[in-house]
């Protein structure tokens, strides 16, 4: 089992930044993939950013390419989602995911946390 714990969210105007953390306790964090997913209400949940297990590998959503950067630090079980330029429609609960196989559907969720971008 993996545990992930989501922290960062929050109210911000639009053109402001967050910075998302996902800590990850349990199995070895670098053996798996990491990605972050959002959320909006009454959407489905979509994908926001990967990164692979070292890190060398990472891809985007079009939607937040150029805005939002996906990190990680193995030594600290930990990845980041570093969000600038935000706009209204950014406004989601925003989900970490652990992965066996990159870009697949994450084996282990966070419970997530919200981000609130005011126009």
């Known amino acids: 089992q993996v545990q992930l714990v989501e922290s960062g969210g929050g109210l911000v105007q639009a053109g402001g930044s967050l910075r998302l953390s996902c800590a990850a306790s349990?199995?070895?964090?670098?053996?798996?993939?990491m990605n972050w997913f959002r959320q909006a209400p009454g959407k489905e949940r979509e994908f926001v950013a990967a990164i692979s297990r070292s890190g060398g590998i990472i891809t985007y959503a079009d939607y937040v390419k150029g805005r939002f950067t996906i990190s990680r630090d193995n030594a600290k079980n930990t990845v980041y989602l570093q969000m600038n330029s935000l706009k209204p429609e950014d406004t989601a609960v925003y989900y970490c995911?652990?992965?066996?196989?990159?870009?697949?559907?994450?084996?282990?969720w966070g419970q997530g946390t919200q981000v609130t971008v005011s126009s």
């Open positions: 349990g199995r070895t964090f670098s053996d798996y993939s």
């Open positions: 995911g652990a992965g066996v196989v990159f870009r697949s559907t994450p084996n282990y």
